[in-house]
């Protein structure tokens, strides 16, 4: 494989071009080959061209400190690839056969050197710029190793491909929407997968409560959700969501009949098509972007099972993979955010999570991006924020003012504040039929019926006089 690798990227541009940004010296075992691909590469880089026999030749003459019997062997691996059979066997197999062969040796090789790797950071030998990495990275790090394709496909073509970009524009399947429209409205109708929205609120002002909510919605609308938890114990998560879509107070919950509360989660999961959760509990700052990593491979290889959204409850308390605990609380904090946003795109599905106030903005009546508690840097990673902000006068009308603080879909000057319903006995955010009198901004920004003709300047000094 190497012999086939080496002889189709210095004779063949179309592999040349495919295999270079994932080709490594490293992954050749032969020493002899490493040296003839690194300065393959460097030719390549250079010249934008593949390198002819006499250039590769001249450049391991001039290569210094390499010892006699790895030069020699060099000299004579080269001479093998440039002869007119190895040229020959190159050109008669196909290019798919050529690309799908060197995949399968690219993650047997990368696989192989991070397994050389993991044994040593398990023995804590092994730095990367200085630093010892950490044991969590591990599964980051074999992941990465296995996750590698030759995509065909290069950018978005503007002009050529615009009927692609016209029928993405007009198509609503990239939106996972709200059961609340004011939120779809705002947001062009709902969150979109590969990204990450938040809820900003300070402690006990119901963020764990929007999220479930929103989960039962997702969930009644036929999308699969995973909840992962890092703060309260899965069956919590599950019971408060038990009170939400059987419409019960949930200290009422006790008191169903072990067969009707059984028969009426066998309704809504039966016949009124929900789709399917799953709640999986980790330990406070226990687990991070590769831990989550993991659970989805696992949940997608035994149950066959992928989410549309993922819920993290909550941000704030997840560890970051690349960073140490004793590194900076806003890098460290910018980090998971980014990490877990990362984790979104590559596997396709919303993220929805939420993140803490500071001292300054509990009990207050408005707040902003400042007020971010772990990092601001959360803050430039989201798609889209919401505030929840609640006073005692809201909790005692059973209201919650929902504020716009980040917004990639839609303004948030247009709508930047409004109010909806929280029932905090039976886990529900909404909106009611009432709606428009609480917010009468809604009412006020409708089109007029007619269009009155706009004064001149003499009619109001008149008027004025």
């Known amino acids: 494989m190497e012999k086939l690798v080496l002889s189709a990227f210095i004779h063949d541009a179309e592999y040349n071009t495919t295999l270079s940004p994932h080709i490594s010296p490293e992954y050749f075992e032969d020493s002899a080959n490493q040296i003839i691909i690194e300065l393959a590469m460097q030719y390549c880089n250079d010249h934008k061209m593949l390198p002819p026999k006499i250039v590769l030749d001249t450049m391991i003459d001039a290569k210094l400190n390499v010892p006699q019997s790895i030069y020699e062997q060099s000299k004579q691996n080269l001479q093998e690839l440039y002869s007119t059979e190895s040229k020959d066997e190159v050109k008669q197999a196909s290019m798919d056969w050529k690309l799908d062969e060197s995949l399968k040796w690219l993650i047997e090789r990368r696989s192989y050197i991070v397994i050389e790797k993991s044994i040593q950071i398990m023995s804590g030998t092994y730095k990367e710029n200085g630093n010892v990495i950490d044991k969590s990275a591990i599964p980051d790090m074999m992941q990465k190793a296995i996750s590698i394709s030759f995509d065909s496909t290069i950018g978005h073509n503007y002009f050529k491909d615009a009927e692609e970009r016209f029928d993405f524009m007009h198509t609503k399947l990239n939106k996972i929407p709200f059961k609340i429209p004011m939120l779809n409205k705002i947001t062009g109708g709902g969150v979109e997968r590969k990204t990450l929205t938040m809820l900003l609120a300070p402690p006990h002002s119901g963020k764990t409560l929007v999220l479930g909510s929103w989960g039962v919605d997702w969930l009644s609308l036929g999308y699969n959700v995973l909840a992962i938890t890092l703060e309260m114990a899965e069956m919590k998560i599950g019971e408060r969501m038990d009170a939400n879509m059987l419409n019960t107070e949930i200290d009422q919950l006790k008191n169903i009949p072990k067969k009707v509360f059984l028969d009426k989660l066998k309704k809504l999961e039966v016949e009124e098509g929900y789709g399917e959760l799953i709640v999986k509990e980790f330990p406070t700052s226990g687990a991070g972007a590769s831990n989550f990593r993991y659970l989805l491979n696992e949940l997608k290889t035994k149950q066959n099972y992928v989410p549309d959204i993922v819920i993290i409850d909550y941000l704030g308390i997840c560890i970051s993979n690349r960073l140490k605990k004793s590194d900076n609380m806003y890098q460290i ?133």
Request: charged fraction near 30%.
């Open 333 to 465: 904090q910018k980090a998971v955010g980014e990490e877990i946003r990362g984790l979104a795109v590559e596997q396709d599905f919303a993220c929805i999570s939420a993140i803490q106030t500071n001292r300054g903005a509990m009990g207050a009546s408005d707040f902003d991006m400042s007020d971010i508690s772990e990092s601001s840097g959360h803050a430039m990673t989201a798609d889209f924020m919401l505030g929840l902000i609640s006073t005692d006068e809201l909790v005692g009308l059973g209201e919650v003012r929902i504020k716009q603080l980040k917004n990639r879909w839609g303004s948030i000057h247009e709508f930047g504040s409004f109010l909806l319903k929280m029932d905090r006995k039976k886990m529900k955010l909404y909106q009611d039929d009432d709606y428009t009198r609480r917010n009468p901004e809604v009412i006020e920004r409708k089109k007029p019926d007619a269009i009155l003709p706009a004064k001149s300047k003499f009619d109001s000094m008149r008027q004025l006089k």
